[in-house]
Nanobody, 117 residues
Framework: QVQLVESGGGLVQAGGSLRLSCAAS????????MGWYRQAPGKQRDLVAR???????NYADSVKGRFTISRDNTKNTVYLQMNSLKPEDTAVYYC???????????WGQGTQVTVSS
């Protein structure tokens, strides 16, 4: 059983920054690929960023150069640093853990990010 809890969302003006955190209940870095997804009302849930156990990262084109995903192994926590935020970044952001063994996915409850113009 993997439990994920996101935090750090909020309201920010365009150009501002936020850092999201995802705390996992178990050690995730040896067997899980971690990612951040986002979903705006009426739209599908899309990948924002992901990080493998080896530290390799991938980003959606829309956030490259602005967002950074990282992890803290001692805290079992994954972060998403979001800079130069734009109104189109407004969405509910979800933490995701994908088992490298079973391919099963686990999701957090989501945290709202709202960027005003």
């Amino acid at each position: 059983q993997v439990q994920l809890v996101e935090s750090g969302g909020g309201l920010v003006q365009a150009g501002g920054s936020l850092r999201l955190s995802c705390a996992a209940s178990v050690s995730i870095y040896s067997s899980f690929v971690m990612g951040w997804y986002r979903q705006a009302p009426g739209k599908q849930r899309d990948l924002v960023a992901r990080i493998t156990r080896g530290g390799s990262t991938n980003y959606a084109d829309s956030v490259k150069g602005r967002f950074t995903i990282s992890r803290d192994n001692t805290k079992n926590t994954v972060y998403l640093q979001m800079n130069s935020l734009k109104p189109e970044d407004t969405a509910v952001y979800y933490c995701n853990a994908e088992s490298s063994v079973s391919a099963r996915n686990y999701w957090g409850q989501g945290t709202q990010v709202t960027v005003s113009s």
